[in-house]
């Protein structure tokens, strides 16, 4: 399903409600639970420990130097047991950060238990189990927040904008490159771990919940059974199409997306945060027999100034506003479950070699 600009309001995307467009309501305090301490974890320990003070903040983690770091770094307390988190009676959110395949068990125990949750992506590693997880929350009258932290990006905002304002015309297709070199991860491929951000990303910038159709290719060149290369072409309504390309094995780190419009077309670069709009593009020319053809129109490239809004700080302000006052995030349960959807109809068309069709079924 799409909608336009003009069908925002009933969506749940108040202008007030959108944290990384406008002024941030003040954080609260509130005593948070950290469940990993890992590479991305550690990060999630700094920003909660920054909004809420460290005294507010314990962390998990079975790995006990992880835990001395950052118990010596943001004074922090810590446990090696998540449960103990959930036990402890005066902590009211838990952040997950641990692998991907972690997450459900986690998550529900964490609800079950009465607390709030911010658990980074993917919710869970299959869509019954996000729909379960949902239904606890609901159930539990509890808040439930996905990770997917390039939706509070400034950059993605800006790019929502420019979509928006009709700066670019009718959208024709986009372009994202999500690549870089790291350790093959054991629990899920390239594609469920990296391609699931552009898949967010495309839904959110089209304004679709869903795409018509998806395709997908990946092979595992080095990682024993789990893709290690991918790419995945989205087609949404109104013939918008979107290649994603997603690695682990390539040597430089990119982060890039380009929107191609029929007036105009944008690039963005989110390692370097910068966003350069291009006045050129192809249009239909006839010459003095009136015989038609496309030439190439030259115009403008200029680059857009992109604030420095740190992601991880917004998302994690949402997550304790939220809480404060009982508010759906902006990434709730069922835009979790949304992407966990998709990413299971790439690997359907990646196994059966077909254009797999997807329903609003979310």
Not at 7 to 35: H, S, T
Not at 119 to 144: H, N, T, Y
Request: proline letters at 3%.
């Amino acid at each position: 399903m799409c909608y336009d600009s003009s069908q925002l309001n009933n969506k749940g995307l108040e202008r007030e409600k959108l944290p990384y467009l406008y002024d941030l309501k003040e954080a609260f305090l509130m005593n948070i639970g950290i469940v990993g301490a890992g590479e991305w974890g550690k990060n999630h320990v700094r920003v909660f420990s920054e909004l809420v003070g460290s005294e507010h903040v314990k962390v998990a983690d079975l790995d006990k130097k992880r835990l001395r770091y950052v118990q010596e770094k943001y004074e922090v307390k810590t446990v090696t047991s998540y449960k103990d988190l959930l036990y402890d009676s005066r902590i009211e959110g838990v952040s997950i950060c641990t692998p991907s395949s972690t997450h459900y068990e986690i998550c529900k125990e964490s609800l079950i238990s009465g607390k709030d949750v911010l658990c980074e992506k993917p919710l869970a590693m299959d869509s019954s189990s996000c729909r379960e997880l949902i239904k606890i929350a609901e159930k539990e009258d509890r808040i439930l927040m996905v990770g997917h932290i390039f939706r509070y990006d400034k950059l993605t905002q800006m790019l929502k904008e420019t979509i928006q304002s009709g700066t670019l015309g009718k959208i024709f297709f986009m372009q994202s490159e999500r690549l870089g070199l790291r350790t093959p991860r054991a629990d899920c491929g390239v594609i469920f771990d990296f391609a699931i951000h552009d898949v967010d990303l495309a839904c959110y910038l089209t304004n679709c919940d869903y795409p018509e159709e998806v395709t997908a290719i990946g092979v595992s060149y080095l990682s024993y059974g789990v893709d290690d290369f991918g790419m995945v072409a989205l087609k949404f309504s109104d013939d918008i199409l979107v290649h994603v390309v997603v690695s682990w094995l390539t040597p430089r780190k990119i982060r890039e997306l380009t929107i191609v419009g029929k007036e105009k077309s944008v690039f963005a670069d989110y390692i370097a945060e910068k966003m350069k709009i291009y006045d050129i593009g192809v249009v239909p020319r006839y010459n003095s027999y009136s015989q038609f053809k496309l030439v190439k129109r030259e115009g403008r490239t200029y680059e857009v100034l992109v604030p420095n809004v740190k992601p991880l700080k917004a998302e994690i302000k949402h997550f304790l506003d939220c809480a404060k006052h009982r508010e759906k995030p902006i990434t709730d349960g069922l835009v979790g479950l949304r992407a966990v959807e998709i990413i299971e109809a790439a690997y359907k068309s990646l196994k059966e070699r077909r254009v797999v069709k997807i329903k609003n079924v979310g």
